[in-house]
Structures are given as C-alpha cells and as structure tokens.
Nanobody, 123 residues
Framework: QVQLVESGGGLVQPGGSLRLSCAAS????????MGWFRQAPGKEREFVAA????????YYADSVKGRFTISRDNAENTVYLQMNSLKPEDTAVYYC????????????????WGQGTQVTVSS
C-alpha cells in the first residue's frame, strides 16, 4: 500500500514555472514506478510523464517534452514535476500515481493515485 499527496499547484502566468511534489507513504517507495497525469475540465485524464524505479527510465507526453522534467528522491519518498514555459493549455488538475514494480503511460497501469493539485495558467 502507498498513499500519495500532491502539492505545489497554483496560479501562474503563461511562460512561468511551477514545481509539483508528490509525497508517498510507505517503506518501499523505491520499488514503485511513478507517473504524473492531468485532467482538464470536460476532458479525459491524460498522461504527462513517468519515471521508473530507476532514474534511467523516463518518458514524457509529446505536449510537455522539453518543458517538463520528472524526477524522484527515494530518500525523501518524493517525486517531482518541474514545469517550465507553462501554457494556458497546461491548465488542469495534476495527479500523481504509483505502480509497484513498473511504470507506464496509461491510467490503468497505476493502482495508486493522489487527490490532485490544481494548476492554472492564465494572465
């Protein structure tokens, strides 16, 4: 079992930056692949980025590639999403997700989810 709590969302102007954090409970965090997803009003939840149990496994949605960076600190049981050059279309609730022993880009790859944090990009 793992519990996830996201933080770091807020209102930012276009072109700005935010850093989201996802704190995980449990003593086996390093065995979990982690993902970030987002959901805008009226749209389906979509993949943003994922990181395997090892930092060597990273992948991103094309829409955020080059602007967002996912990372993890296993000592702190935390995964991060650094978001730069934000655009209005990045506005959404961002969710952190965990999958034991692997990662993926589909919502059904993950068995554990946080409650989400709102990111609003607007002038």
């Amino acid at each position: 079992q793992v519990q996830l709590v996201e933080s770091g969302g807020g209102l930012v102007q276009p072109g700005g930056s935010l850093r989201l954090s996802c704190a995980a409970s449990g003593r086996t965090f390093s065995s979990y692949g982690m993902g970030w997803f987002r959901q805008a009003p009226g749209k389906e939840r979509e993949f943003v980025a994922a990181i395997g149990w090892s930092d060597a496994i990273l992948y991103y949605a094309d829409s955020v590639k080059g602007r967002f960076t996912i990372s993890r600190d296993n000592a702190e049981n935390t995964v991060y999403l650094q978001m730069n050059s934000l655009k209005p279309e990045d506005t959404a609730v961002y969710y952190c997700a965990a999958r034991y022993g692997g990662s993926g880009s589909r919502t059904y790859d993950y068995g554990y989810w946080g409650q989400g944090t709102q990111v609003t990009v607007s002038s």
